[in-house]
Each structure stands twice: as structure tokens, then as C-alpha cells.
């Protein structure tokens, strides 16, 4: 594999353990997308800081080359696990298949933080019904 692209997928990495999450921070379950998608109208949101404990969802976008898994634990952390066919890979490039973060909700908002190599990342995903959305990618549950 490329060098470079895998010092991308680290940094990516890095960035996406916030996505949730949801929540990358998470693409497609059993087929991950990173295409775009139409988001619902607007509806009360189902997800809050009690029911998303133990939840994970995958993250894939076009910047990543694999779908990363994000859990969301009680006491607000969130870790994103690269898959295990690409752990050795990660653990050579950016020392770690594993990135903790932190996790919140604000209302219709789920807020994660990562920091990394010294820079925090924060992001905020959109809570729409049971749908969660980092921009117009849906991250999809996956458990």
C-alpha cells in the first residue's frame, strides 16, 4: 500500500473518531458508503446521551480507505477501532488501531472530540429521528 495514503488514513482516522458517531462519527452497514445522501425532514430526535451508551456505528467516507467502527461508552467516550485486517497496518503507521474520544448530545446534536498528535477535532453530527448525519453522510448503526 501506499505510504502516503496510509499517513492519510491515520490523520483521517483521527479526524473521523469524532464523526459519531456517530456517530465517519459511519458509512454503510455491511457495505459501507461514503456517497452523499438526501436527509429527512426534520424530527424530534430519538438518540440522546442514555440511549446511545453501546451503540456502534461505522464511519466511511471518501478520505478513508475502510469503514472504521465507532462505540459510544457510558461516561461519554467514544473509540474508533480500524478493522482487524488493517490493525497491524495502523498500529505501523500511527502507532495505534484505536483512537479514544469523547461523545456528547445537545438536543438534536451529538458532539465528539478526539485529540491526536497534540490538535483536539470536534465535530457535531445532526440527530434526525433515529438518523444521524456529519454533514450530508449518514453514519450508520451497525450495532
Do not use: H, Y
Not at 472504521?68 to 461519554?76: A, D, E, Y
Not at 478526539?114 to 490538535?119: A, L, N, R, T, Y
Amino acid at each position: 500500500m501506499n505510504k502516503k495514503l496510509l499517513i492519510g488514513f491515520g490523520v483521517v482516522l483521527a479526524v473521523l473518531v469524532i464523526l459519531p458517531i456517530a456517530g465517519q462519527l459511519a458509512g454503510g452497514m455491511g457495505g459501507a458508503s461514503s456517497q452523499p445522501v438526501e436527509k429527512p425532514p426534520p424530527e424530534p430526535p430519538k438518540w440522546n446521551s442514555s440511549n446511545l451508551v453501546g451503540t456502534a456505528w461505522e464511519v466511511k467516507t471518501k478520505d478513508l480507505p475502510v469503514a472504521v467502527t465507532i462505540t459510544l461508552n457510558s461516561g461519554g467516550q467514544a473509540v474508533a477501532t480500524v478493522p482487524a485486517m488493517f490493525a497491524p497496518i495502523a498500529r505501523q503507521m500511527i502507532g495505534t488501531d484505536t483512537l479514544t474520544g469523547n461523545w456528547s448530545v445537545n438536543g438534536a446534536k451529538l458532539i465528539a472530540s478526539v485529540e491526536f498528535q497534540g490538535k483536539k477535532n470536534e465535530i457535531a453530527c445532526e440527530i434526525i429521528g433515529e438518523r444521524i448525519f456529519a454533514g450530508d453522510l449518514e453514519i450508520k448503526r451497525v450495532r
